[in-house]
C-alpha cells in the first residue's frame, strides 16, 4: 500500500508567521494479479493500488500538458485519495520532487520502463512556489526592511563627516521631520 507523511511546517516571528507543509510518500508498485499470485483481500487491495496509481498517472498527465500550453484541462484530483492529498503539491504552489525507484534484473522489466514513463511524465510538470503573503504584511515587512537600510546609510554618512558638520545637520533622513512618520502618511507633502 502506499504511505504518506505530511509534516506541517510553521515559522512564526513578530512580523508574519510562514506556514508549509511537506508531503514524503511512497507509493506502493502497480500490482500484477498473475505474477503475484494475489486472492482474496489481497487482490482487492492490489486493485485498489492500481487504480489509485492510474488515477494519479491521469492527473499527471493532464498537469504535464497544462505546463506545455496555456490552455488547462480538468485535473481529476478527486478521483481517488492519494490524488485528492497531494493536489497541492502536484499542481499547486508548491516545489515537487521526484524520486524513482528501478530494477536492473530482466525480470522486472516492465515495471522498471513503466516507472521510466511515469517519472517522464512528472519531469515535464512545471510549478512555481511563491510565498503567500498579506499585502499590508508584505507593505509592513518592506517598509522596514527599507527604514533599516536608510539608517545604515545615515550611519555610514556620519561615520565619514567632521563633528562639527554631524551636530549641525537635521537628526533625521527627512531634513528634520519624523523619517517614519512621513513614509506612511504618503511621503512629502
Known amino acids: 500500500s502506499h504511505a504518506i507523511l505530511t509534516l ?29 499470485g494475489a486472492e482474496g483481500e489481497t ?16 492527473c499527471l498527465s493532464r498537469l504535464a500538458e497544462a505546463s506545455g500550453s496555456q490552455k488547462a484541462g480538468h485535473v481529476p484530483y478527486r478521483d481517488s485519495q492519494l ?4 493536489n497541492d503539491s502536484l499542481g499547486g504552489n508548491s516545489k515537487t520532487a521526484m524520486l524513482a525507484n528501478i530494477s536492473p534484473a530482466s525480470i522486472n522489466l516492465d ?15 512545471k510549478t512555481s512556489a511563491v510565498v503567500n503573503e498579506d499585502p499590508q504584511q508584505r507593505l509592513i515587512r518592506t ?14 554618512l556620519e561615520a565619514g563627516l567632521p563633528e562639527e558638520e ?8 527627512m531634513g528634520g521631520r519624523d523619517a517614519d512618520a512621513s513614509i506612511f502618511t504618503g511621503g512629502d507633502e
Do not use: C, Y
Open 8 to 36: 506541517h511546517i510553521r515559522k512564526t516571528s513578530t512580523q508574519s508567521t510562514l506556514a508549509s507543509q511537506l508531503h514524503l510518500v511512497d507509493l506502493a508498485g502497480s500490482e500484477r494479479a498473475s505474477s503475484t
Open 43 to 58: 487482490l482487492m487491495e492490489g486493485a485498489n493500488i492500481n487504480k489509485s496509481l492510474t488515477t494519479l498517472g491521469m
Open 83 to 86: 490524488t485528492w492529498i497531494l
Open 111 to 125: 515495471e522498471t520502463l513503466s516507472t521510466l514513463r511515469f517519472a517522464s511524465t512528472v519531469k515535464k510538470i
Open 143 to 156: 517598509l522596514r526592511e527599507e527604514i533599516e537600510e536608510i539608517k545604515k546609510r545615515i550611519a555610514t
Open 166 to 173: 554631524i551636530e549641525d545637520r537635521p537628526s533625521t533622513a
